[in-house]
């Protein structure tokens, strides 16, 4: 038996249930791993309150991102053997102290990536790669408006979209998580539950506006997310922290400029091993030089997942949370 948070019933983060699984041994293209850390994300809160649909069914072990130590191999897997250090994305099964996953999912931890690292990045530091070098590709003088900048994905995005050499404006709910978004290369804040933050982006940029915005705050930051963008700028709807976007009509994006619009999730983009190996080496590459770190600013026991949620959702974190068995 193994601990694990598994949810029983769809609703707030007291579902969130501490209790021992049976795991078993691993099937066909499986391997075991002993978990040493798992990260905490805004998806696992969608899950939880089964605004995303479980793929299993319930009851189901939440999390979807974690790092650890392969401790058995089931037949037909070839490349990954016993020992080796690993980290995963993949939907659900990540809050526990160990589990079986899918060897095609896995990726090999470089020696110079923590397990602590690789929990609080994998999800969030792989969806950042595809949003900057993928969904958009972000050079050098582009104006960026990222919201949520001192959030998990935030703080990252922030990193690596100064390191290409873009103008980072960055959205924060404090004077504190201000200065952290500054210290982790935004070069302009805005506080948005007290400033007008499309007045405010014409204002930093001249008004000449952005080339992309990166929307993670969905239902209260739209459309004034289109109202920052220039003629034919992209706007990338990647999350939903505050709600879900009603529906609209997609004349707007002619009024307002011929705008681009896409709503992309990691599953998409990492869905080919291929293309999950390069965006998890482009990941460990900008991680290996320092020109990005994963600031892991809240650890929780795994027994304490409710409380990690409770955070979360009342915009209490900065950076990534991790729960450690
Ligand atoms: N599509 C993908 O591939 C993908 C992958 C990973 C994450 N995501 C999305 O990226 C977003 C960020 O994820 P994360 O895990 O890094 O979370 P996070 O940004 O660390 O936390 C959410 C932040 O959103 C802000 N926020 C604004 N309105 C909010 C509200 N009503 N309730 C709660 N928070 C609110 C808060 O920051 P302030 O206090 O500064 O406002 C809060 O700290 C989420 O929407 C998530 O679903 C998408």
Redesign the pocket.
């Known amino acids: 038996m193994v601990a694990a948070i598994r949810v029983h019933k769809v609703g707030g983060p007291e579902v969130l249930t501490y209790e021992d699984i049976e795991i078993g041994a691993p099937g066909q293209g499986q391997v075991r791993v002993k978990q040493h850390a798992s990260g905490v ?3 696992d809160t ?1 899950f939880r309150m089964g605004m995303y649909p479980s793929p299993v069914g319930l009851p189901f072990v939440a999390g979807n991102e974690a790092a650890g130590e392969v401790v058995a191999v089931g037949p037909g897997v070839s490349d990954i053997k016993v020992g080796d250090r690993v980290a995963y994305v993949v939907a659900l099964g990540c809050y526990a102290a160990e589990r079986l996953v899918a060897a095609d999912r896995v990726v090999k931890l470089p020696a110079n990536i923590s397990y602590e690292q690789a929990a609080g990045m994998m ?2 530091g792989m ?1 950042v790669e595809y949003l900057l070098r993928r969904t958009f590709k972000v050079e050098k003088g582009m104006n960026v408006l990222m ?8 703080l990252i995005l922030c990193q690596w979209a100064n390191h290409l050499g873009a103008n980072v404006i960055g ?4 004077k504190d ?1 201000a200065a952290l978004a500054k210290a982790n290369g935004c070069h302009h804040t805005i506080l ?2 007290d400033e007008d933050f499309v007045a405010r982006v014409k204002e930093i940029t001249d008004g000449k506006l952005c080339h992309v915005v990166y929307d ?3 239902k ?1 930051t739209f459309p004034g997310s289109l109202d920052c963008l220039r003629p034919l700028g992209m706007f990338v709807s ?6 879900q976007i009603d529906a609209f009509n997609i004349n707007i994006l002619q009024q307002k400029g011929s705008l681009f619009a896409t709503r ?4 998409t983009y990492a869905a080919k091993r291929e293309d999950l190996l390069s965006i998890a080496q482009a990941l460990f590459a900008v991680v290996g030089s320092g020109a990005v770190k994963i600031p892991i600013n809240q650890k929780y026991p795994l027994r304490d997942a409710a409380q990690a949620h409770r955070d ?4 209490a ?3 990534s949370s991790i729960l450690l068995p």
Do not use: D
């Open positions: 994300n805004f998806i969608y999800l969030k969806t919201h949520a900048a001192a959030g998990g994905v935030g959205t924060v709910g404090s998580k948005y539950r993670g705050i969905g209260a990647f999350g939903s922290s505050s709600g992309p999730t990691l599953n979360l959702e009342g915009r974190t900065t950076g």
